[in-house]
């Protein structure tokens, strides 16, 4: 006579729960490097934009103007080429959100000295971190200050 019962034991269950909870909890130390990794990835891409425009702003001896775009999450580097301002470039942020920048009329400019018309500070964010940027109108230097979570 066979009485062998089909089911899963109380050990197996625990080894089961246990390997679930491991990799939940490697998947959530994942998603939160990630949304890390996007902030600072975008920081870095403002920084070295705003760089290379300085940079143009004092080889070419033109003021440069550098217009960010909250709702497209975005800015838009043009220099003064006569009247009107000529595009350099557009620049679209991925994965992250422009929050505030504080300059007049999210409007940095850089003289053809290169330096900044004004001080500022630039405020992105992820779903977790927020991530700022300052402009210091003296030297015209660009600097990553804060990278933290929510």
Known sequence: M???KAGVTLVELIIVLSVLGICLSAALLTLSNRDKTRIENALEIIRSEMLY???ISINESVYIRITFDKRNNGFV???KAGIPYSLIKYVQLEGVKVES???PQMIVYFTERGTPSSACTI???SQSHVGKITVNVGSGRVKITEIRKK
């Open 53 to 55: 425009a300085r940079k």
């Open 101 to 103: 920048v504080t300059a």
């Open 77 to 79: 580097i043009e220099k």
């Open 2 to 4: 066979n009485t062998k």
């Open 123 to 125: 405020t992105v964010s």
